[in-house]
């Protein structure tokens, strides 16, 4: 029985994850440790409350103090690190809150960890992103041997956090992995990121914003074969290594918001009420409003998974056709979850990101 530290456990993908792993290994132990930021949510977590060997503890993983209690409390003998500052534009609105969680606080993971494994059996595995490697233009993909060139206090940040990783390993031995994932995409995600925002937007006809001329390319990866690509590596990875994760689906940005606005349109359709506000025409495409780009926008990204395919046996199983269309009708049949959370301190988020550009795009 593996003894597993979740942190960012109560986020998107990492509730996704500790739900996954309950049910793929229902005899580990496992601690869910999150500071319950504006994105995380207990709901998320709902399946597991009454799960005798499922512990949730509310913290933050800068708290160095609290963090080694953890591990001496509950034993760990795995950490699977979530946590961190996610979304490039709050980093361009407030950077420093990212240093503070991803550097700082992955910095006190590892030392908790190093101070508290004297035996072997340990990993620890950091959940990175592709966009550390920089932009790509049309061609090419990131594989794990791409120098890093991260152009957003975001990307930076978790570059900063990659190298202490990787540094954790080459001086002090520590059992680490690292992987680099595409763009996830499912149930659980916080309205701020592209998919659920221009869903709910979608479906309550709100307009649906479009950073620059919406060519910028993406790969796109469900969150369930993330969880099982993690899974993966934790079982099987080799210490000290870097595996990338991609779902083989790149997208343009346009493309997605079009595919997602047929998709309301079939599932939704468009409701009188809605539809006498902003005039649909048959479809929400005409909500589509193309605002002002954001400060270094990188054009492309596209992840290159061959060394995980060949070396560990995964591939992303779920399509980018049926993993949208299933992420709809997540949300179509979730609104009381997602209507919640897009309320309050994000819809001041939302209209400050926002306004300044739309107007600036007029």
Not at 16 to 43: C, I, S, W
Not at 102 to 109: D, S
Not at 238 to 265: F, K, L, S, T
Request: charged content about 25%.
């Amino acid at each position: 029985m593996r003894k597993i530290l979740i942190t960012g456990g109560a986020g998107f993908i990492g509730s996704n994850f500790a739900v996954y792993m309950r049910q793929a290994h229902p005899e580990d132990r496992l601690v869910v440790f999150d500071k319950l930021t504006y994105a995380g949510n207990l709901e998320n977590l709902r399946s597991l409350e009454a799960d005798a060997n499922y512990r949730f503890i509310k913290g933050d993983i800068t708290d160095f103090e609290h963090v080694t209690r953890v591990f001496k409390e509950e034993g760990i003998d795995t950490v699977v690190n979530f946590a961190a500052e996610s979304h490039v534009d709050r980093s361009i609105l407030g950077p420093k809150a990212f240093i503070e969680t991803n550097v700082n606080g992955t910095f006190c993971l590892l030392e908790a960890a190093r101070q508290a494994w004297t035996s072997g059996g340990n990993r620890f595995l950091h959940v990175s992103t592709d966009e550390v490697y920089g932009s790509l233009g049309e061609t090419g993909s990131f594989t794990e041997t791409t120098p890093y060139s991260p152009n957003s206090p975001y990307s930076a940040s978790k570059a900063a956090s990659d190298h202490l990783v990787r540094a954790y390993f080459h001086t002090y031995g520590l059992p680490v992995l690292t992987t680099n994932c595409s763009n996830n995409y499912g149930p659980f995600q916080f309205p701020e990121k592209l998919i659920p925002l221009m869903v709910i937007n979608a479906l309550n006809g709100k307009p649906l914003p479009v950073y620059g001329d919406g060519t910028n390319v993406r790969d796109w990866l469900h969150v369930s074969d993330h969880c099982a690509a993690i899974d993966t590596v934790l079982s099987r990875g080799r210490a000290g290594e870097v595996y990338n994760v991609g779902g083989r689906a790149e997208r343009r940005n346009i493309d997605i918001v079009e595919g997602i606005c047929a998709a309301v349109d079939a599932r939704a359709g468009s409701d009188e009420a809605i539809a006498r506000l902003y005039s649909f025409g048959g479809s929400r495409k005409k909500l589509i409003t193309f605002v002002k780009d954001r400060p270094g926008h990188d054009k492309r990204y596209a992840i290159d998974c061959t060394k995980i395919e060949k070396e560990l046996g995964w591939k992303p199983s779920v399509t980018f056709d049926h993993g949208i269309k299933s992420t709809v009708d997540w949300y179509v049949a979730n609104r009381s979850w997602w209507e919640r959370i897009v309320s309050g301190e994000y819809l001041r988020y939302y209209e400050r990101q926002y306004k300044d550009r739309c107007d600036a795009a007029k």
